[in-house]
């Protein structure tokens, strides 16, 4: 029955041993590497978009740059929609890569400038309230 009672204890004993390591190093043990890996990733993506952004606008440029030299009114005419097309595409990419690289990764919990809790905006003060 003892060595019952020492086996119990030493097989507790290591399976109860990684929980409490675990609590002890808290829950941002690993927070810190994962938030640089995070940002690291974002400021890949970002510097990705603007290349595209540049070779979109070259692109476009030299759209651009042949649709006066196009005789035909009516291919004219396709070809200016496209290009009309592109710089509205390319306006949105634009703002949006703005607004991502604005936000940011990591700030507070992961969250961009403005963010309150788990991702939502922080709650307006009273005086700030729109009627309904």
Same mark, same amino acid.
């Given at each position: 029955m003892r060595r019952l009672s020492i086996v119990l204890v030493l097989v507790m004993g290591f399976a109860v041993s990684p929980w409490v390591v675990a609590q002890e190093a808290g829950p941002a043990a690993g927070g810190h590497e994962m938030q640089e890996h995070m940002m690291a990733m974002h400021r890949r993506e970002m510097e990705g978009m603007r290349g595209d952004i540049e070779r979109m606008k070259l692109a476009l440029a030299q759209? +651009? /740059?042949n649709v006066p030299l196009i005789r035909n009114t009516s291919? +004219? /005419?396709?070809?200016q929609s496209n290009v009309d097309l592109w710089e509205v595409m390319l306006a949105h990419m634009e703002n949006m890569a703005g607004h991502m690289d604005g936000m940011g990764i990591g700030m507070g919990h992961g969250m961009g400038?403005?963010?309150g809790e788990h991702g939502a905006p922080p709650p307006a003060p009273a005086g700030d309230k729109k009627p309904e």
């Open positions: 759209l +651009k /740059a291919e +004219k /005419a396709m070809w400038p403005g963010m």
